[in-house]
């Protein structure tokens, strides 16, 4: 008795059921989207729900789907576009935008809502929500507009509606061309013009939303020091910014050109980005002080350090605190001496690397288990009932609700993928094209729109979103982001999956 209860206790899993035992009773856990899902994964492993072949084919990937290559991809294009962000070329964009808008309101708006959706696709929603959300912020309160509401609600959907065109632009287009072996230029291709007539038709609908003088002023009088600011005194490294933006166009040139010869994208963006790093490190070597921009810094001291840079007949400088993660990993000596790198470096989204592997794992498991070939069998029954026009918009509407309930747009995306992988694998070369063309693309128009649905935790952008502008003083209601946005991510849904149903019937029309 003594013997078996022994060889039970010996066990891997017995071992570490004490040891989670004893962890949460000494230790304060915080609990965010990356900790959940690696709670659920430990809690699988212990419970024989999942085992390590699992693990390891979520992390390593099967099939056309690989993980490690797919993060590798998206941290390098982060590096590029941060540092970029670093140099201050998108303020520097956001303040010469501003200037041509001038004094109409309406104009502004409009402006800045052609602008955002161009930086969207040509960066991705995350730069635009962390270099745009405190500009606007900045920028309403000078304007003396309150509440801001129609400006800060017009970025946000511009950011996640811009990032359906690229592969590179959302992390889920790259989860959706890595599964289903679709070239960037096929990608963008079909998601051009259902991005192009969401952007035509959405717009209005704002303006009818926003009608009210308060929201969008006539005209907009800047008050104070802010009102001289001068597009070029916020671009902190202008040959930074030169340099960044040839490296960043000519990658996103090779990854389309490369994209029909299937080399593995990692190859592609991971030496440009280690040539930035590079370039960052040198450039912070022969600065004599730092020329860093860190995304803390307020913007009404850009005025202030311009004023005094250009007394000084040198580029404006800030700061050298680089606080945060790295700020507490890296010497104080590198942190001084290295303030551009060290300040991207802390803030790329490293945290979104174990999020999305995790789930990675937790849709094997629920592959493993029979679920996704269960909701295959039901996908696979509403295809066959409904036709073209009934798949575009039944996986438009379901991708949309799971954003909200399945651990972000990442998680959806995944999740849906994995379940369209096994339908187009049942169905084999009985498929129509249409319908398997129809299901992908409207999979990727919803994993982006679903941002701006029900609930501010349908994407990681929608957090980040809400907690600059909480620093600001600005406080997001859950309520109120279903009201305002739930109108926009109708109309655009239903413009883009129209133009989708379109572009089956002439794409395939043999």
């Known amino acids: 008795m003594e013997s078996g209860t022994v060889t039970r206790i010996s066990h891997w899993s017995s071992i570490f059921t004490l040891s989670v035992f004893i962890l949460t009773s000494t230790l304060h856990l915080r609990v965010d989207f990356t900790t959940v899902p690696l709670f659920a994964v430990l809690l699988l492993l212990a419970t024989k729900c999942i085992d390590g072949h699992d693990l390891r084919h979520g992390i390593v990937g099967e099939g056309g789907v690989k993980p490690l290559s797919i993060m590798a991809l998206f941290i390098s294009l982060a590096y590029l576009t941060i540092s970029l962000d670093t140099a201050g070329l998108f ?61 800060i609600y017009m970025q946000f959907c511009a950011a996640n509606m811009g990032s359906a ?43 009818l939303m926003f009608r009210g003088r308060d929201y969008i002023p006539r005209s907009i009088e800047v008050q104070g020091e802010g009102s001289a600011i001068e597009p070029s005194s916020v671009l902190v490294d202008k040959w930074g910014a030169i340099f960044g933006s040839v490296l960043l166009t000519a990658t996103l040139g090779v990854l389309v050109g490369t994209s029909v010869l299937y080399v593995p994208v990692w190859q592609i963006t991971v030496p440009p980005a280690v040539i930035m790093f590079i370039r960052d490190v040198v450039y912070d070597w022969y600065m004599s002080g730092p020329a860093a921009q860190s995304e803390s810094i307020e913007m009404e001291q850009i005025t202030v350090t311009s004023q005094m840079s250009a007394t000084a007949g040198v580029p404006p400088r800030v700061s050298q605190n680089v606080q945060g993660f790295w ?12 303030p551009t790198a060290t300040t991207v470096l802390k803030r790329l989204p490293v945290a979104l690397v174990p999020f999305a592997l995790l789930t990675f794992v937790l849709v094997q498991g629920l592959t493993r288990k029979g ?19 009934g798949i575009t918009a039944g996986m438009g509407i379901i991708a949309c609700i799971l954003c909200n309930i399945c651990g972000t747009n990442i998680g959806a995306t995944i999740f849906a993928a994995r379940v369209l992988e096994v339908w187009i694998a049942r169905m084999g070369n009985t498929l129509d094209p249409k319908q398997r063309d129809a299901a992908i693309y409207s999979l990727a128009i919803a994993s982006n729109y679903g941002a701006f649905t029900f609930t501010v935790c349908a994407s990681l952008a929608g957090l980040l979103w809400r907690d600059i502008l909480k620093q600001k003083g600005i406080k997001v209601r859950q309520w109120q982001f279903c009201k305002l946005n739930l109108p926009l991510a109708v109309v655009s849904m239903v413009a883009s999956c129209a133009v989708i149903i379109g572009e089956m019937y002439v794409v395939h029309r043999n």
């Open 327 to 338: 700020g507490h990993l890296t010497p104080s000596y590198l942190t001084s001496r290295f």
């Open 371 to 389: 679920w996704v070939e269960l909701f295959a069998n039901g996908w696979a029954w509403w295809a066959r009932n409904t036709g073209v026009v």
């Open 165 to 207: 065109v690229l592969v590179s632009s959302n992390l889920t287009n790259l989860v959706l061309a890595g599964a289903f072996s679709i070239s960037f230029t096929t990608f963008t291709a079909f998601m051009a013009l259902p991005f192009l007539a969401a952007a035509i038709v959405t717009y209005p609908v704002f303006l």
């Open 91 to 151: 303020r520097f964009l956001a303040f010469w935008v501003a200037n041509k808008g001038g004094s109409s309101g309406r104009r502004l708006h409009l402006y800045f809502w052609v602008f955002f959706l161009l930086l969207a696709v040509a960066v991705g929603n995350d730069p635009v929500v962390l270099s745009g959300t405190p500009f606007l912020a900045y920028f309403t309160r000078i304007a003396g507009i309150s509440p801001p509401t129609a400006w």
